[in-house]
Nanobody
């Protein structure tokens, strides 16, 4: 079992930055790839970014490529999402999740956090 707790969300103006964190419990965090997802009001949850178990490979949704950076620190059982040049359309609840595999569909993620709200004002 892995428990995930997101943090770092908040209200920011367009063009600003936020750094989200995902703290994991348990000693097997390094056995999982990590994904970040988001869900805006009235919309389906969507993929944002993922990182493999070692942190050596990352993959992004086109909508955030070049603006967001995913990273992880296995020694600290944590993952991060650095979000720069934020836009109002980035407003959503952001979730981290883990899966034993890399670059798989959302339904293959085993454990999810409760989410953190990110609001970008125009």
């Amino acid at each position: 079992q892995v428990q995930l707790v997101e943090g770092g969300g908040g209200l920011v103006e367009a063009g600003g930055s936020l750094r989200l964190s995902c703290a994991a419990s348990g000693r097997t965090f390094s056995s999982y790839a990590v994904g970040w997802f988001r869900q805006a009001p009235g919309k389906e949850r969507e993929f944002v970014a993922t990182i493999n178990r070692s942190g050596g490979s990352t993959y992004y949704a086109d909508s955030v490529k070049g603006r967001f950076t995913i990273s992880r620190d296995n020694a600290k059982n944590a993952a991060f999402l650095q979000m720069n040049s934020l836009k109002p359309e980035d407003t959503a609840v952001y979730y981290c999740a883990v899966t034993p595999l890399y670059r798989v569909s959302m339904d293959r993620y085993d454990y999810w956090g409760q989410g953190t709200q990110v609001t970008v004002s125009s």
